[in-house]
């Protein structure tokens, strides 16, 4: 593959050493968001809306105050009442008031599970009890549960008081928060001078996170206006930022300690119960730990949007696309904000489109409000694109690989939203999917009786964000380091950003010690999300190795009395470069040291990575009779600029490829006429168990990143962008079908097979 | 949930008295996989749990001259780590095998399974297709009913107040036997069946002697599809038999709609998989 920056050969990088975390993970050692706990503390639960969408008239708290071992009791008017002030945290926007009524509704609630009450009582039993003696008088309004609804003419509004931004107009009263355009080239001549045109729409459904730890808020307010807050999440300074915007405090009066994580894949950014745990400290004066149900987790948490989507592209005689639109709308849920300006990015990332358009619509339904998931809304816009440009090929008898490398997006290449591809590696990507043992193996080797096989492939896109990190080293006197780090560890990043440090310091991964703290112990450090981690805290811990390896050698100096300019260091030994008597190891510089110990710490703000692409091929198996698919081959390739620990890049491409089969085969939240999701339980929200998938093979390319000293890019998200469309393409290719709604379960299959028929 | 009782009496005496008290404040407790879920999850009310796990004929399992005799609360594991209810029954252990993972077939019993009562039970269909009879234990002694009585609606059975199951018998056939049990779920483990068939057959002279059918998860209750089973009876096993009473079980099926499946599919899935396990059933007595 491509030489890397540093090009030189890595002692750390590239290996796979046990991640510092891992005793403590499998021996359950390891703390989670639930495990707190704190002399005093109280338990709180809370009261949620049956309804999709009503509007409070009373709640009636007189009773549940009253029960033996019930400490305190709250609503939305125990929050301060906040204005429509725009937030600009990295992978979140909106208003604080739309926070903030999210934590608890303030007069209408618009999704079922909505907060309306909280309560705080000596134990779990009596806090639950208490929260079904609250009564709650509800004015019942018709619920929105989907785009077309949400946009027709007499629909229901969620948010009579909310300006909308149509095209920069200001408009009222309407479920479309936002659309927006990006155009560039002459669409309409290119559509004239098309030799085919193809345009599909398929309807996504609404799929959950499925993080396997369920939320929970602890919160302390002690006396001095001050809140601690213990949670799980993938940003600690997100949520100290949304704490203290809903509280109304000062930043600094918030320090929030991140727990262990047990999965977030996006849906641990947003706060939910962590203000709710606060304010029902601040009237007891006791430590609150509240936490959810995985029931409550599927009806109010961030689910990944649904919505629908609509793509046409055309093509010249010789397969060149020459115009591509697309139509966007996604459910942002209960609250503006479906990331359909990512939808945008990303819709016709893989592809060099001289003339395109695009149209996205983010939509309010009575649904939780959207957070976040894996690459969000990329997989939405890939199902379409990635669908028509498989037609395309079908029709024009062209090789799925060939027409997309006829077409590729590389460097230089102009994207939706204006700038240029930097180096990018999609078309090693394509190469390498063209060479792999499984494009070149016979789909057809040792079928089961009576079923049918088919082979898909698609692509996929994800941006990569940069954003601020920062990061602490000290030397201890033994010669390890240790490093102070504000990035929550979701998939290995403890590892990776530790072996980073540990190369330039050019000592073994497991004598840099990683420690994730606080927000009052480290510099402000942006979310665990967007794939950003390994790149930029792993940037920061880079740079602060650089100034670490200045402070041994100017202590060096000291020491020996002689200038820096004859000292070097590598390895983790520090000398003179002329008396090879002058010499220390680590361990010996950092035996008392002149002037102090040594540390160093670094801060990055950085632009995104350089897009992530991949590939993925699936082989299925359908039961014709009962329309069950089964996966049977599949392999995910992938532009992973440079895999720093493999193992966990390898992990992150097999979890991605996991859920998005997922959503491509039975994922969906089943709803209701009235908004109820009905599956909320993992029973029925059927995500796949590890007999539902073979072994999902790997191909790493490494294309280097030109933003990162080691060509870091980030991995985490592209992974689940091809799975949908490249099951999609298979099922119509073992069937003739196209199914263009998801999830492409077996009841649709058989359907779609009689009306075949 | 507000603290409640637990009881784990000895013998059936104690058990049933307690149970009277009691009445539909208190629940039994076998492998609790069913019951422990639905209490934290308060779907009723209770005061007492009566575990009749320490009571010796509830986890006794013996084979008597003319019965396979177990307790209403032998593990799904005991079922299919002995040899002989394996190779006689096969049927029984397509379900015993199937019930949950193996942490929960090392608790959950068929006798639970049956008093649970729901429609898309795993147990059920197959001990409906062997026979089965259910021992009752209630304050004026013992009574036996069919299991196929035993089903009521969903989550109700014919167990009276302070009545409960004490084993289940499987008569012995003399002649070449077999069944098997297929549901249909669309992940591969860890589901509920969307619809599922459990069918068994008796072979004489190359013929079925008997043959009996039974269908969950499309009917409020366990179906004895018996319209259909006696469509075979006295014919020989050939395809197109075999179709016609596919056919009819997809009749008798009367799901409803709902978040794990359409009407349609269900239906289907019954004609589906009444084929498979008669075939199935067939196999196994060689036919
Ligand atoms: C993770 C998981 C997976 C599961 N998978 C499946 C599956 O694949 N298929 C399936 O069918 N089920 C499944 N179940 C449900 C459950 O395990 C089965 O129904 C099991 O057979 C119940 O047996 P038990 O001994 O645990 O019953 P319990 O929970 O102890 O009892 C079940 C019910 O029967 C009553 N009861 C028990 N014994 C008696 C008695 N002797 N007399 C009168 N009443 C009695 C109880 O009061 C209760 O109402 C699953 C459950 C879990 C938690």
Known sequence: MVSTPENKNYKVIGTRPIRHDGYDKVTGRAQYGADIKLPGMLIGAVVRSPHAHARIKSIDTSEAERLDGVFAVMTAKDLPRLGDVVRGNSEESGSEKHLSENVMAFDKVLYKGHVVAG?????????????????????????????????????????????????????????????VRHENGDLENGFDKADLVVEKEVDMQTVHQGYIEPHSGTAVWDEEDRVKVWTSTQGSFAVRDSVSKVLDLDVSRVKVTPMEIGGGFGGKIPIYLEPISAVLSRKTRRPVKTMMSRTDVFDATGPGPGGK????IGIDADGKILAAYADIRLEAGAYPEAFIEAAAKCVFSCYDVPAMKIDAYDVLVNKPSSAPYRAPASPQVAFATETVVDEICKIKGYDPIDFRLLNVAEKGTRTALGPKYRTIGLKECLEAAKKSDHWKSNLNSNPKTGKKRGRGIASGYWFNIGFKSSVNLSLNPDGKVALIEGSTDIGGSRASIAMQAAEVLGIPAEDVRPSVVDTDSIGITDVTGGSRTTYATGYAAYNAAHKLIEEIIEKAALKWDISKDQIEYSDGVVKSKTDSELKMTLKEIADDPPGGPIVSSASVDLEEAGGGFAVHIADLEIDEETGKTDVVNYTAIQDVGKAIHPSYVEGQMQGGAAQGIGWALNEEYFMSDDGVMLNSSYLDYRMPIALDLPMINTIMVEVPSEEHPYGVRGVGEPPIVPPVPAIGNAINDALGLRLLSTPMKPSRITEALKRKK | ????????????????????????????????????????????????????????????????????????????????????????????????FLIGGIQIQSRASLGGNLCNASPSADGICSLIVHEAICVIAGSSGLREIPVEEMCQGPGRNALENGEFLVSIKIPLKDNKFSASYERFIPRNEMDIAVAAVASSVEMQDGKVSSCRIALAAVGPTPIYAQAASELIIGKEPTEDNIKIVSEKAKEIASPIADMRGTIEHRKDLIEVLTRRTISKALERVGV
């Open chain 1, 119 to 179: 309560v705080a009582a000596k134990d779990q039993n009596t806090a639950f009890e208490a929260a079904k003696k609250i009564k709650v008088d509800y004015e019942i309004l018709k619920p929105v549960i989907d785009v077309d609804q949400a946009m027709s003419k007499d629909a229901p509004i969620l948010h009579e008081d909310y300006t909308c931004d149509h095209l920069g107009k200001e408009v009222k009263n309407s479920n479309v928060a936002a659309h």
């Open chain 1, 309 to 312: 989507v609509k793509v046409k």
């Open chain 2, 1 to 96: 949930m507000h603290p409640f009782n637990y009881y784990a009496p000895e013998s059936i005496e104690e058990a049933s008295k307690i149970l009277e008290k009691y009445g539909e404040k208190a629940k039994c407790l076998a492998g609790g996989t069913d019951v422990l879920v639905q209490t934290r999850g308060e779907k009723f009310d209770l005061d007492a749990i009566v575990d009749v796990k320490k009571i010796p004929e509830l986890t006794e399992l013996k084979w008597t001259d003319s019965h396979l005799v177990f307790g209403a609360a032998t593990p799904c594991y005991v079922l299919y780590e002995d040899p002989k209810v394996c190779e006689k029954f096969p049927g029984i252990i397509d379900s015993a």
